[in-house]
């Protein structure tokens, strides 16, 4: 156990809809990441958050966003579902998400379907 | 562009025998390495990493080598054990990127009895 929380597991909805992917990140960790993995694809980053403010930002759509509450968890928020954002989401934390030699705790994924 | 490139997506070794899983990189910023493996329905967890003043890093049954010049990276099991299935990630960051990390595809390693 990672101590990283996603909820929910799984995910079934339709083209044109909209979600919200939830994560709590390890007790004391200060930064969330959202990685996105699609079929035969890696782990493609998509945004960091530490203490609250956006700090990185990766290959994310206009269509998604996210924010770090001040508890420290985070949502990700799907809008205009496509067929092509069918993929597992990962959230990972880490203590200070400042450092190169960090390593980040990931949670177990949403495995969204969009039909 | 990938940055982070594992070119074989699945390696296949006896029980015993050594697992090789290789990782090459195009940025030259990137100063640390780490590999991940992944269980199915799990996340990745981390496994091993290696700064870039390095060029090995042992913990284990697995090493780590760099080779900065090449630019690529190898994972080294051995031996392997039927408990190492799974799929494993080579991951890198760079200081001005902060705790960010960049994978790979991944690549299946299959370890037969």
């Known amino acids: 156990d990672s101590g990283v929380t996603q909820t929910p597991k799984h995910l079934i909805t339709a083209t044109g809809q909209r979600v919200t992917l939830r994560c709590s990140p390890r007790?004391?960790?200060?930064?969330v990441y959202w990685y996105q993995q699609s079929l035969d694809q890696g782990l493609q980053f998509l945004i960091q958050?530490?203490?609250?403010?956006?700090?990185a930002k990766g290959n994310i759509l206009e269509r998604f966003s996210a924010q770090q509450f001040p508890d420290l968890h985070s949502e990700l928020n799907l809008s205009s579902l496509e067929l092509g954002d069918s993929a597992l989401y990962f959230c990972?934390?880490?203590?200070?998400?400042?450092?190169?030699?960090?390593?980040?705790?990931f949670g177990s994924g949403t495995q969204l379907s969009v039909l | 562009d990938q940055q982070v490139k594992q070119n074989s997506p699945s390696l296949s070794v006896q029980e015993g025998r050594i697992s090789i899983l290789n990782c090459d990189y195009t940025?030259?910023?990137?100063?640390?390495f780490l590999w991940y493996k992944k269980y199915p329905a799990e996340g990745p967890t981390f496994l091993i990493s290696?700064?870039?003043?390095?060029d090995k890093n042992e913990d284990g049954r697995f090493t780590v080598f760099l080779n900065k010049s090449a630019k690529h990276l190898s994972l080294h099991i051995v031996p392997s054990q039927p408990g190492d299935s799974a799929v494993y990630f080579c991951?890198?960051?760079?200081?001005?990127?902060?705790?960010?990390?960049?994978f790979g595809q991944g690549t299946e390693l299959s370890v037969k009895p």
């Open positions: 940025n030259s910023m990137f100063d640390y």
């Open positions: 007790s004391g960790d200060l930064s």
């Open positions: 990972a934390s880490s203590t200070r998400g400042q450092a190169t030699n960090e390593k980040l705790f």
């Open positions: 290696i700064s870039s003043i390095k």
């Open positions: 958050y530490y203490n609250g403010e956006e700090r």
């Open positions: 991951a890198a960051s760079a200081r001005n990127q902060g705790g960010k990390l960049i």
